[in-house]
C-alpha cells in the first residue's frame, strides 16, 4: 500500500505470507524476523498502531508484556517506509518483507 511517499505493510499480511508455505515459519520466529528489520531500519521507517506511530522501542514495550508478544497487537501494527529512502532502496526493501 502506498500512501504519498511512504509505502506502508500491514504486518497482519507479513504474517499471513511467512507462515505458510513455502517458507512455514511460526509466528514467533516472523514476530523476531520483523522486529529486527525494524530494529536495522528505525532510521527510514516507523511503526504505527491504531492510528499512533511509535519508534522500534517504544512499540516493542506496547506488544511485549512479560517475555511474550501480544500476537492481536502485532497484526494490527503497520510498517511505513519514509521519505528518506529512495524509491529503489523501498522497493528493495518491500521485497525482503514479502
Known amino acids: ?4 511517499n511512504e509505502h506502508v505493510v500491514l504486518f497482519e499480511d507479513i ?7 513455502p517458507y512455514g515459519m511460526n509466528e514467533y520466529a516472523v514476530f523476531m524476523m520483523v522486529g529486527l528489520f525494524c530494529e536495522v531500519y ?8 491504531d492510528g499512533t506511530r511509535y ?5 516493542a514495550e506496547l ?7 501480544d500476537t492481536k497487537l502485532f497484526a ?3 510498517l511505513r517506509l519514509i521519505e528518506k529512502l529512495t524509491t529503489d532502496e523501498k ?5 525482503m518483507l514479502r
Open 76 to 78: 494490527k501494527t503497520k
Open 42 to 49: 528505525s532510521f527510514s521507517s516507523k511503526l504505527e498502531l
Open 63 to 69: 506488544v511485549i508484556k512479560d517475555k511474550r508478544y
Open 91 to 95: 522497493e528493495k526493501l518491500l521485497k
Open 15 to 21: 504474517i499471513n505470507e511467512w507462515t505458510k508455505a
Open 55 to 59: 519508534s522500534t522501542d517504544s512499540w
Open 1 to 4: 500500500m502506498e500512501k504519498g
